[in-house]
Each structure stands twice: as structure tokens, then as C-alpha cells.
């Protein structure tokens, strides 16, 4: 009788239990520009390593932040920030912006925000909708920055 590893039991054990059971009931991701509508705070982090035309220190300059961001359901956003830049605040309070998103029918998509009087501006971030559209992973594309938006209820 051949004896069966404690891998060749357990690994199929842990993908029957650990895929389906919990994702079961969902129904695969389609996603469009409505399913971004309402108010989502983001939580805003990284470092800007480049700024065409602009001389940056060695190792970028650090971002830390926060943002208030409404999606209209039709590819329009406006937002609010407050973003320290190597620790120091934003010469005005909260910033605004605004700008465009497209919703891709698997759940990703782009957006283009205009921050008036910002060398970055247009920011250009790539994000993901997950956790049934109550939250939204963003990265912008020419640097070091991430953030993490909850839906707010």
C-alpha cells in the first residue's frame, strides 16, 4: 500500500475549502462606470520620483496623505486632498480636483485627475474596484504612489 504524503492530502484539501466555499455565491465581476458612484475616502502614500523639468532630491519626495474623492456613475470624480509632502502640508488646506474615470467590465480602469497650479498634474493612476465596488487600489502611473479608497457609508 502506498502511503500518500501530508502534502498530497492536505494542498487539495485547502484549495477545495479555501476557493470555492468562500467565493460561492459570488457571481463573476462585471463591472462599468456606475459601479464607481458616491464618496470613497482614500488613504494616499509613496514617493514622487520624477517631475519633467523638475530637479528632485536623491530618493524622491515623500508623499502621506488623504483624500475625499465622488464618482458621479458616469466617468466624472471631483476630489479634496490633503497631501504632506516630506512631511510639510499643502499650502492650502484641502486641494481641489477634478477629472475622469473609465470602468472596465473586469473591475479595473483608469482615471485622469486635473490638480490646478500641480507640476504632477494631470495625475494619471491605474486602480482595481474590489470588495464588491466598497473599495478601490490605486497606483499612479509615473511614480511611487498607492492608495486604498473605502466606499463611505
Not at 475616502?41 to 528632485?56: D, M, R, T
Not at 476630489?79 to 502640508?89: A, C, H, L, R, W
Not at 490605486?138 to 466606499?151: F, H, K, M, P, Q
Amino acid at each position: 500500500m502506498k502511503k500518500n504524503s501530508i502534502s498530497t492530502v492536505i494542498v487539495p484539501f485547502c484549495l477545495l475549502f479555501a476557493g470555492p466555499l468562500v467565493w460561492a455565491d459570488d457571481e463573476p465581476a462585471q463591472c462599468n462606470n456606475r459601479t464607481l458612484q458616491g464618496d470613497f475616502g482614500f488613504h494616499v502614500e509613496g514617493v514622487v520620483l520624477a517631475i519633467p523639468g523638475v530637479a528632485l532630491p536623491p530618493g524622491g519626495l515623500q508623499l502621506r496623505g488623504v483624500a475625499m474623492t465622488r464618482f458621479d456613475g458616469k466617468g466624472k470624480m471631483t476630489q479634496v486632498d490633503f497631501i504632506t509632502v516630506n512631511g510639510m502640508p499643502p499650502p492650502v488646506d484641502w486641494t481641489p480636483a477634478s477629472g475622469t474615470y473609465k470602468v472596465n467590465p473586469d473591475c479595473t480602469g483608469t482615471w485622469q485627475l486635473i490638480i490646478p497650479g500641480n507640476p504632477l498634474s494631470p495625475v494619471k493612476v491605474h486602480f482595481v474596484i474590489v470588495k464588491r465596488g466598497t473599495e478601490i487600489r490605486t497606483v499612479v502611473d509615473s511614480n511611487a504612489v498607492t492608495s486604498l479608497g473605502i466606499r463611505v457609508e
